[in-house]
């Protein structure tokens, strides 16, 4: 769920269900790949779909069939750590813990405080800890054994996203539910202390981040949709302070090896680009390096290290069930696979 603004719009969208094709899934996961399908907010129809690398067949009832109920309101991240699978469902609050391989439930966590709702944003990990950005203000720390929430740490309006840079932990605040007052800083949070060491001027509503090879640390400032554009910020995880300021605009990354795939969509003009950008260089290498002609509103960008290939979400206007497509490291389009509603998170399988 990337922009707040967006999502009483959404609602008045009548999503149309396209008729998936269904298929039996192993009782072992390997070799493919996870997606996580939003769905629309407060629709309750988030999923999961898996696409089976061995003979490109997609399941799209992935959670439902495997654990027996629903996944319940706007899936928002999903990450893979310790043998388990982490799933962030933001407005029914609650954050899903599965086994990894054979994806049956292991927990629930509940992420309500005295009756009312978090909505839970993204998760990290660092040991034996996880940590979850909650749209209420605070960073949740809970163990990955127990599954007790231990800690509220109390950072900026509304986090968003997270990453983790040595013993630091980068929290981007983005105030999206404060409109047009939304916040402009990162918070920096201490992982032996779990305080609150810093609060850094980045730039207006900070949303997606992550630490390169380096320890840089990357963030992206979404603007205000209209006059303030989004931009891209480098920040010395050592120094904390920004170091960098790009003057191209941006709204997804994600790692590939050394560099990191930057991709852009616009809102308003439906216009999008996926470049590849070389962290030490600190430039732009590869401009429009893949051929988004047959992409209809790209909805997320992620690198398989498995299958050395880059797999693109397309969202379909927000209003019909969505499509990935593969595609090599060169920008040539490999497979296409039929998912469920605003795919956008990747867990991938060897």
């Not at 790949?33 to 992935?62: A, K, R």
């Not at 990955?144 to 040595?166: C, H, K, M, Y």
């Not at 916040?183 to 810093?198: F, M, P, R």
Request: aromatic fraction near 10%; hydrophobic fraction near 35%.
């Amino acid at each position: 769920m990337r922009l707040i603004s967006l999502l009483l719009v959404l609602l008045l969208f009548s999503c149309k269900k396209d008729d998936l094709e269904e298929v039996v899934v192993s009782s072992s996961l390997s070799d493919g790949v996870v997606v996580l399908c939003e769905g629309l907010f407060q629709q309750n129809n988030s999923t999961l779909s898996w696409i089976n690398n061995s003979d490109g067949s997609v399941s799209n009832t992935l959670f439902s069939t495997k654990v027996g109920r629903q996944l319940g309101d706007t899936g928002n991240d999903i990450k893979r750590y310790g043998g388990k699978i982490y799933i962030v469902v933001n407005v029914s609050s609650t954050i899903e813990v599965l086994d990894a391989i054979n994806f049956t439930s292991v927990a629930q966590i509940s992420m309500m405080e005295n009756g009312v709702a978090k909505q839970p944003r993204n998760i990290e990990f660092y040991g034996d800890k996880a940590y979850v950005t909650c749209f209420d203000g605070f960073v949740d720390v809970f163990d990955t054994t127990s599954f007790n929430i231990s800690q509220r740490i109390a950072v900026g309006l509304n986090p968003e996203d997270l990453t983790v840079s040595g013993s630091k932990l980068f929290v981007t605040n983005s105030g999206g539910l404060n409109s047009p007052l939304m916040d402009s800083t990162v918070s920096i949070i201490d992982l032996n202390t779990n305080a609150e060491i810093d609060r850094i001027t980045v730039g207006k509503n900070p949303g997606g981040c992550l630490t390169d090879n380096e320890g840089d640390v990357y963030v992206i400032t979404r603007g205000d949709y209209g006059a303030i554009p989004s931009r891209l910020v480098r920040i010395n995880s050592l120094s904390n302070m920004v170091a960098e300021n790009f003057s191209f605009d941006a709204s997804g990354l994600t790692k590939m090896n050394d560099k990191i795939i930057i991709s852009y969509y616009d809102f308003s003009t439906s216009m999008s680009r996926v470049d590849l950008f070389d962290p030490i260089s600190e430039t732009i290498v590869e401009p429009n390096f893949i051929d988004l002609s047959g992409i209809n509103t790209l909805y997320g960008v992620h690198y398989n290290p498995f299958r050395n290939s880059i797999y693109l979400s397309d969202a379909m206007s927000f209003t019909n069930t969505g499509y990935v497509h593969e595609y090599s490291t060169s920008g040539n389009l490999l497979s296409t696979y039929h998912v469920g509603l605003n795919p956008s998170k990747f867990i991938f399988y060897e």
